[in-house]
C-alpha cells in the first residue's frame, strides 16, 4: 500500500504560479510511476501529468504543455507539479496517484490515489 498526500493548492490571479507537492509512505521501497489528475466541478476526472520511475520519461496532457512540469525527489518520496501561466480553466481538484512500475503511466490505471487539493484560478 503507498499513502499519498497532497498540498499546495490554493487561490491565485490568472497568469499566476502554484507547486502542488506530493508526498508518498508506506510501500515505497518498490518502484513507483506517479501522475496527476484533476477534476472540475461536473467534470470527468482527466490526465494532466506523469513521470517515471528514475524521472526520465514525463508526459502531458496537451492542455498543460508548455506551462505544467512534473517533477520527483525519490529520497524525499515526493513528486511535484509546477504550474505556471494558469488560467481559469485550470480550476479543479488536483489529485496525485501512484503504481508501482518503471513506466511512466497515462491512463486512469493508478492503484493508489490521494485525496486532492483545490486549485482555484480567478480571471
Known amino acids: 500500500q503507498v499513502q499519498l498526500v497532497e498540498s499546495g493548492g490554493g487561490l491565485v490571479q490568472a497568469g499566476g504560479s502554484l507547486r502542488l507537492s506530493c508526498v508518498a509512505s508506506g510501500r515505497t521501497f518498490s518502484p513507483y510511476a506517479m501522475g496527476w489528475f484533476r477534476q472540475a466541478p461536473g467534470k470527468e476526472r482527466e490526465f494532466v501529468a506523469a513521470?517515471?520511475?528514475?524521472?526520465?520519461?514525463?508526459d502531458y496532457a496537451d492542455s498543460v504543455k508548455g506551462r505544467f512540469t512534473i517533477s520527483r525527489e525519490n529520497a524525499k518520496n515526493t513528486a511535484y507539479l509546477q504550474m505556471n501561466s494558469l488560467k481559469p480553466e485550470d480550476t479543479a481538484v488536483y489529485y496525485c496517484?501512484?503504481?508501482?512500475?518503471?513506466?511512466?503511466?497515462?491512463?486512469?490505471?493508478?492503484?493508489?490515489w490521494g485525496q486532492g487539493t483545490q486549485v482555484t484560478v480567478s480571471s
Open positions: 513521470i517515471n520511475w528514475s524521472g526520465g520519461s514525463r
Open positions: 496517484a501512484a503504481q508501482h512500475t518503471i513506466l511512466v503511466v497515462s491512463t486512469a490505471k493508478y492503484d493508489y
